[in-house]
């Protein structure tokens, strides 16, 4: 998956009919949230919010990550921060979101 591709920022999210949530873009839809009675309502607003957090969440985890091998780097090497487990685990989400 290349994240260019999708959906641009900002996602907002609201509760509709039959949905936990639709989560959408400049008010398009672009997701939608099903039910599930096994889960509570807030339990069901709280993932469709998760959701529409996401590409903020991945703006933050890269800047963060970026910010964190610079401080790193800059007082044990490049070395260091390659393996420092923050960056390690920031880098495996990116992989995987990224492709």
């Excluded at 996602?11 to 997701?31: P, Q, S, V």
């Excluded at 599930?36 to 703006?59: F, G, H």
Aim: charged share 25%.
């Amino acid at each position: 998956m290349k994240l260019s591709k999708a959906t641009p920022v900002p996602w907002e999210c609201d509760a509709t009919g039959d949905y936990a949530g639709i989560i959408r873009h400049n008010g398009i839809r672009i997701a939608k949230i099903m039910s599930d009675i096994t889960r509570t309502e807030e339990e069901r607003s709280a993932n469709a919010a998760l959701i529409a957090a996401a590409p903020d969440l991945l703006a933050a985890l890269e800047e963060v990550r970026a910010d964190l091998f610079y401080q790193v780097d800059g007082k044990h090497g490049p070395r260091a921060a390659n393996y420092h487990p923050a960056i390690v685990r920031a880098d495996a989400i990116l992989d995987k979101l990224k492709g």
